[in-house]
């Protein structure tokens, strides 16, 4: 079976960018609009493997992650942060501090992103 990969992030053309380059090369894709959903998506659809964004409405990415990172049963899932905030620096030490094994900057390319993935999940 194909590993799992959840993208939250509010906007829908991101849900389609990443998703269609990562059902190309073979993972299955989840997606959720707000932290809110994602941690319900998460106990329901089990991913080996998260790419989050920072800015959402409701909960936002950091927050979300540091739920996730809280609870025995998804602690050990490895969440990409990423953002296109300016201050991006401030961002990235929140996210890390908190648990994101890797924060990336929009823009950046697919190929980045399949990359990151494909060296977490082995």
Do not use: W
């Not at 053309?13 to 090369?25: I, K, P």
């Not at 992650?65 to 025995?72: G, Y």
């Amino acid at each position: 079976m194909a590993p799992k990969v959840l993208i939250v992030d509010d906007d829908p053309l991101m849900h389609q960018l990443y998703g269609r380059h990562l059902a190309q090369a073979g993972y299955q894709v989840v997606t959720a609009e707000s932290g809110e959903q994602a941690l319900e998506l998460v106990e329901k659809e089990r991913p080996q493997l998260i790419v989050m964004d920072v800015n959402m409405p409701g909960i936002g990415g950091v927050a979300a992650l540091r739920e996730l990172k809280a609870q025995p049963a998804t602690r050990s899932i490895p969440v990409i942060v990423v953002t296109s905030v300016t201050e991006y620096h401030l961002c990235e030490k929140e996210a890390r501090t908190v648990g994101a094994t890797v924060f990336l900057t929009k823009p950046f390319g697919p190929a980045q992103l399949l990359a990151e993935i494909r060296r977490l999940l082995g």
